[in-house]
């Protein structure tokens, strides 16, 4: 049952992800994104805190939607969106666009290690977890700048 | 009549100066100070996690934490600072510096050539700390690698760089108390009322500041204008977590993830990798006490 929910609540953000590309709005585009991610976090984090059943399907899934979100996501940052649309965007991704990349890019690598070797245990969301919550850490430390507490 | 009241006035510089030099005069620890604790390494290697040493201290641009070496620029309203070299290397760091060296500095805020240290090294919350603690923080320290490195000086304008007068700042922000438990409360909001308000340092970004940089400790832990620009600091009182459980709060310090499942970013996440590496029950005790602070919002 929460499988069926995480996933259907997953496809409603991407296609309103999608809906909203559609309407060439990338700041609304990448919030959607990161939205999705926290909801895919949950789920990894739910089974880690013994809050949820392990299930091995749901992780894998869980983080096949993190890798997707990572693709081509720094795309979502072109020149002109720096403010506007409420967004917690640090103008440092634009002074350093390199860095911002490749803080992009560690979460697809990260999250494309976890895609080769599927998790099939609690011990490997735990360590998915790990890998996958560094490169967050690692990219909001500098270019996010958190609106409200 | 001039005569008179360039006399009277001259009186009164003197008389001024005098009152500025013995008001700003360097408050230090005397060796009778300190016990004779054999400095315990483990407990030095804790506290060194607990008290973020590394996030200022390290050498930036790498992930080794015990690399001490110093150069991190921190931005602030008087100027930009350059942190020391705190690595045991004699020429660079603090290599040859006594107990008492160390002591003075991360309870009174003086080096060891009587100096003002300026309080973006947060004495004012090292001050509560426990004497042993810092002894064994200090027998840790000396066990790391010296690093070779030429940290310049701060760059502060006319007049945050005169070091004096830090004795007055001083006079007005530090007050020399240590941490009383309160036997009203439990061990462990004892134990995270220590570890927050001590070596923690949490209040330092967390707490509003007054426009001389002094903490504003009647709204403590309530939240303040990021120091280094944009965003705020949140407001992590009982008030400020009404949304976060303990359990929460404790789980954050472990890894980052918020009950939103966001990641903490920003300087939390350098708080986070030093928070990782206290047990399960100083987190537990953190959110404890974080809990227990009314707040006033």
């Given amino acids: 049952m929460k499988r069926l929910l995480f996933a259907g609540t997953a496809i409603v953000v991407m296609t309103a992800a999608a809906a909203s590309w559609a309407a060439m709005d990338p700041t609304a585009t990448r919030k959607a994104v990161m939205k999705n ?88 969301v735990k360590a998915a977890l790990g890998a996958i919550g560094k490169t967050c850490q690692g990219c909001h430390e500098t270019y996010r700048i958190k609106k409200d507490g | 009549m001039f005569k008179r009241i360039i006399f009277v006035l001259l009186a009164l510089a003197l008389v001024g100066a005098g009152a500025f030099w013995l008001i700003t005069a360097p408050d230090t620890l005397a060796a009778s100070d300190l016990s004779d604790h054999e400095p315990d390494l483990e407990n030095g290697r804790y506290m060194f996690f607990a008290g973020g040493c590394a996030s200022c201290h390290k050498t930036p641009g790498q992930e080794d934490a015990l690399n001490l070496g110093g150069g991190l620029e921190l931005g602030s309203p008087f100027g930009t600072f350059r942190v020391p070299n705190i690595s045991p290397d004699p020429d660079d760091g603090i290599g040859g510096w006594s107990t008492l060296d160390f002591a003075n500095a991360m309870l009174k805020g003086v080096a060891p050539d009587g100096s003002h240290y300026y309080p973006a090294f947060p004495y004012t919350s090292y001050q509560r700390m426990r004497p042993e603690d810092v002894i064994d923080l200090k027998g840790f320290i000396d066990t790391l690698e010296p690093v070779s490195s030429d940290v310049p000086g701060h760059d502060l304008p006319f007049p945050f760089n005169i070091r004096r007068s830090l004795g007055g700042w001083k006079f007005l922000n530090l007050d020399g108390k240590s941490f009383e438990p309160d036997p009203a409360l439990s061990d462990q909001i004892n134990r995270g009322a220590y570890l927050v308000n001590g070596p923690g340092h949490c209040g330092e970004c967390h707490t509003p500041r007054d426009p001389l940089g002094g903490l504003q400790r009647g709204e403590w832990l309530t939240g303040a204008p990021n120091p280094e620009g944009k965003g705020t600091v949140p407001d992590i009182t009982a008030a400020g977590l009404s949304d976060w459980p303990e359990s929460d709060i404790a789980y954050a310090l ?25 047990t399960p029950e100083d987190r537990d005790a953190i959110a404890a006490y974080l809990k227990s602070v009314p707040g006033g919002q």
């Fill in chain 1, 37 to 124: 991610n926290g909801a895919a976090m949950g789920a990894l984090v739910k089974m880690a805190k013994g809050e949820a059943p392990f299930e091995a399907n749901a992780a894998n899934l869980a983080v096949r939607v993190l890798y997707n979100g990572s693709i081509g996501y720094t795309g979502l940052f072109p020149a002109g969106t720096e403010t506007g649309g409420d967004t917690e965007a640090s103008p440092k991704i634009w002074e350093d666009m390199a860095g911002f990349e490749a803080k992009s890019e560690a979460l697809s690598a990260a999250t494309a290690a976890v895609i080769a070797t599927p998790i099939t245990d609690l011990d490997g």
């Fill in chain 2, 254 to 278: 472990e890894t980052g993830f918020t009950p939103d499942f966001d990641s903490l970013g920003g300087s939390m996440a350098a708080v986070v990798r030093n928070t990782a590496n206290l």
